[in-house]
């Protein structure tokens, strides 16, 4: 295709020149100039379908690449999923789960319902919700889950979360934030955070499907929330993101179950 990009013209131009030496009067006359145009237009129409399929070879090749790197960012979340299984202290909470089953804990315990119910209708709203039209960014995990599966679990739905650098964050609506302490009783430090949350807000341009397979999420996690709710003050900067606190205005609330969000069609604004 290069080099019609250089023929071309020049056939052009000597399709001219030959032009202006051939007499019109003439019998043969108007049968060469035709005889010229057409093989300028063969040319011309061969050069525009080069172009067409090296343009359509360029789009199948984005294609191919975007659907690369979606197939690697898979891989990696998967490992990193299973590497998050592996780590030091997990056969520490295995024991400590067998200990729970030997008090007489059962899957039958709603906490342990809730989570497998919160799965199956996220595998089930992921299978035929549209794709993320934009990323929601989720704040201010709690630390009583495990932070790196939630993560990948957000992250598989096109989300992200963000991690606090420091407890001077942004300014965000919470209504009352509890925080582990600096020490704790033994004067060993303790990991600062979210203890818990019974609150989750959302922002004004976060879509339906996406607030419940977030709070899916959470459920599956082994987070109770108590209320689903917009900001109280809507701002440009909080449009496309979701916020977790604890409050204790909703302690005595419900817990939002499973079947209450698979019920709802919308959610306030």
Known sequence: MAILQYILPILIFLGAVGCAFIDIKQEKG????????????????????????????????????????????????????????????SDQKAIEI????????????EIFRESFAAEEARMKLLAVAPPPNHTVKINNLPININPVITKLAIEELGHMVVM??????????????????????DGEEEVKGLKEANVMFYGRLVRNSDIKLIAYTLIRSGVQLKMLRPYKKSTRDNARSVELDWSKMYKSRKTVTVKSLEQARSFKR
């Open 30 to 89: 108007p049968l060469f100039i035709g005889a010229i145009g057409f093989v300028i237009l063969l040319f011309l129409g061969f050069n525009l379908y080069l172009v067409s399929s090296t343009s359509g070879e360029k789009d199948d090749l984005a294609v191919k690449v975007k659907m690369g790197e979606a197939w690697q960012k898979r891989s990696v979340s998967n490992l990193q999923g299973i590497l998050a299984t592996l780590t030091p202290d």
């Open 98 to 109: 067998r200990k729970l089953i030997k008090l007489g804990w059962t899957i039958n315990n």
């Open 164 to 185: 606090p650098e420091s407890e001077e964050d942004e300014d965000v609506d919470f209504e009352e934030e509890e925080y582990e302490e600096e020490e704790g009783e």
